[in-house]
T-cell receptor, first 114, second 112 residues
């Protein structure tokens, strides 16, 4: 299957700082990218959908000013967690969908906010 | 509201077939059935998807009932590396509603 990468794989930051997570589709062009969050022992929760060149669509209850999403190219989307707090500590996973309509997931980024 | 219902957990002996059921009684005509799995602390891995015909690939087989209200994922010869949480998801193939919403899945434990 197609390859999606995330960077960093793990990040620890202080409360109040902002953290940027990158999601790249390595061998295909992703017209749509998705961001998920997963807390321990829970399922993945969709946060937002982003299409290249347009504003992201956020799921209900997800603060768009706190979780900034940029999808500037067909191979890169970024999620910035602004003013992070301990309750934002989670496993963040992106996925990418190309013209084939299959959705491929990245390996995830584990964020710990101290 | 969950659109699919799966048993929370299942066990399977290594080498035997693992049959994972999924109920999706409210599936719409344009919705596909997707299966993904997630091994601990990794991103989900695509397994297979189908609309109404049975599907098979190198990983698994997908059997969809004629009324499309349920399906079964079959791993023909389970190995220890198949231990994971398996998610059954229904979603349109295209359009703004085409997004994967994960339920609680089935935790498959493959044992020696």
């Amino acid at each position: 299957g197609a390859v999606v990468s995330q960077h960093p794989s793990r990040v620890i930051c202080k409360s109040g700082t902002s953290v940027k997570i990158e999601c790249r589709s390595l061998d295909f062009q992703a017209t749509t990218m998705f961001w998920y969050r997963q807390f321990p022992k829970q399922s993945l929760m969709l946060m937002a959908t982003s299409n290249e060149g347009s504003k992201a669509t956020y799921e209900q209850g997800v603060e768009k000013d706190k979780f900034l999403i940029n999808h500037a190219s067909l191979t890169l989307s970024t999620l910035t967690v602004t003013s992070a707090h301990p309750e934002d500590s989670s496993f963040y996973i992106c996925s990418a969908r190309g013209t084939g309509n299959e959705q491929f997931f990245g390996p995830g980024t584990r964020l710990t906010v101290l | 509201d969950a659109k699919t219902t799966q048993p929370p957990s299942m066990d399977c002996a290594e080498g035997r077939a693992a049959n994972l059921p999924c109920n999706h009684s409210t599936i719409s005509g344009n919705e596909y059935v997707y299966w993904y799995r997630q091994i601990h602390s990794q991103g989900p891995q695509y397994i297979i998807h189908g609309l109404k015909n049975n599907e098979t690939n190198e990983m698994a087989s997908l059997i969809i009932t004629e009324d499309r209200k349920s399906s079964t994922l079959i791993l023909p010869h389970a190995t220890l590396r198949d231990t994971a949480v398996y998610y059954c998801i229904v979603s349109p193939l295209t359009g703004t509603a085409s997004k994967l919403t994960f339920g609680t899945g089935t935790r498959l434990q493959v044992t020696l």
